[in-house]
């Protein structure tokens, strides 16, 4: 597991609260919906649809997306992770869970980040979540947008030769005159689908990066 050098201050956070429940693992049992539509559009979200933890049917591929939900801490500037999604190529639900605080939460975000106090007293402990991630994502192509936010609350580090970010790809920001777009733009200008117009769903987010990449693979590989 290729832990980032943020890893040293959780440590520190761990130690100074003795007494953080680490929680129960929970997988639900419960099936994803079957219906499907003929678009290949990405679905618009569902904000409050629960995590499902894994979607057993899908499979792992080469090249996988993730996206997090965070939350604030201390002075409410500062992120934590409170919920984080992987897709496989086919934008299929690897996994999705919410995951229990190691720090007081002061401001959860709702508005965007979708995430409610239920929520996390409902999730999983950190460090199972974040040795699930690092094992799903070891030697896959890692596709993402802004991942190094991602990667930052999840305390890991991917290699660069690995990952994929739409916020970095050169054509997808000649689409903001050469600025860092956002995915809701990217979704809007080469999908044609609204996202983020409310509380943000990380699956949705996952899935819409996914597809983007997809669009562009053949065009984006052979420039590296």
Not at 127 to 142: E, F, H, P, S, Y
Request: net charge positive; hydrophobic share 30%.
């Amino acid at each position: 597991m290729e832990v980032s050098s943020n890893w040293n201050r959780y440590m520190e956070v761990v130690k100074a609260d003795p007494n953080r429940d680490s929680g129960r693992t929970r997988v639900s049992t419960k099936k994803r919906s079957s219906k499907r539509r003929n678009s290949s559009k990405p679905d618009q979200p569902n904000p409050r649809k629960r995590p499902n933890d894994t979607q057993r049917e899908a499979r792992l591929t080469e090249v996988v997306a993730l996206d997090c939900e965070m939350v604030g801490i201390q002075d409410g500037n500062e992120s934590m992770l409170a919920r984080v999604s992987i897709v496989n190529s086919k934008g299929q639900t690897l996994y999705d869970t919410f995951v229990k605080p190691t720090e007081p939460v002061v401001d959860y975000r709702t508005n965007v980040s979708g995430v409610r106090p239920s929520d996390l007293e409902n999730g999983q402990d950190f460090q199972l979540v974040q040795t699930t991630v690092a094992n799903m994502i070891k030697g896959r192509i890692l596709v993402g947008h802004a991942l190094k936010n991602d990667m930052q609350v999840l305390y890991l580090s991917h290699p660069r030769r690995k990952t994929r970010d739409t916020s970095k790809y050169k054509p997808f920001r000649e689409i903001n005159q050469g600025r860092t777009p956002s995915l809701k733009k990217l979704a809007q200008e080469i999908l044609g689908v609204t996202l983020q117009s409310g509380e943000h769903s990380s699956v949705e987010d996952a899935r819409a990066a996914m597809q983007l990449y997809n669009m562009y693979r053949k065009q984006w590989e052979s420039g590296r």
